[in-house]
């Protein structure tokens, strides 16, 4: 049970770290908050395409990944103590971090495709 609660910590740090780090990287370094339309939008991640992909790695799909590490120690923790909350919290964890999951890589896939549009119709890019 140690060795459970020592994951489930690590497993917390990361998730605070990753957005932690995602806010710092996506308000302060890239700024997206001064965007204001979606051909600005796509100008901005063409110019950063390698650091979109990782931090949507980062911070969708590697994070939806220990997540579910996290809800599992949380769970195993939790569940003698209060068994409800547990199972009904756990449920609602391991969708989260499955929906995070789902939409890190439906982000991942979709940048290439728009960026390649972006070349010839910026206008169908910004709808993409």
């Known amino acids: 049970m140690a060795k459970l609660e020592m994951i489930g910590g690590l497993a917390a740090f990361y998730l605070g770290l990753a957005y932690a780090t995602g806010i710092g990287l996506f308000l302060g370094v890239l700024n ?3 965007i204001t339309n979606a051909e600005q939008k796509l100008a901005l991640v063409a110019e950063n395409a390698l650091l979109f ?12 990944v220990v997540l579910t590490v996290f809800v599992f120690a949380l769970h195993e923790t939790l569940k003698s103590v209060a068994p409800a909350s ?8 391991f969708v989260w971090a499955g929906l995070l999951i789902a939409s890190g890589m ?11 549009l972006l070349e010839t ?4 890019a910004a709808l993409y």
């Open 121 to 124: 119709n910026p206008s169908a």
């Open 32 to 34: 997206l908050p001064s």
């Open 53 to 64: 992909h990782g931090m949507h790695l980062a911070i969708y799909v590697v994070f939806g």
């Open 106 to 116: 439906v982000t991942i896939a979709g940048i290439a495709p728009a960026l390649a």
């Open 86 to 93: 547990a199972r009904i919290g756990s449920v609602f964890g």
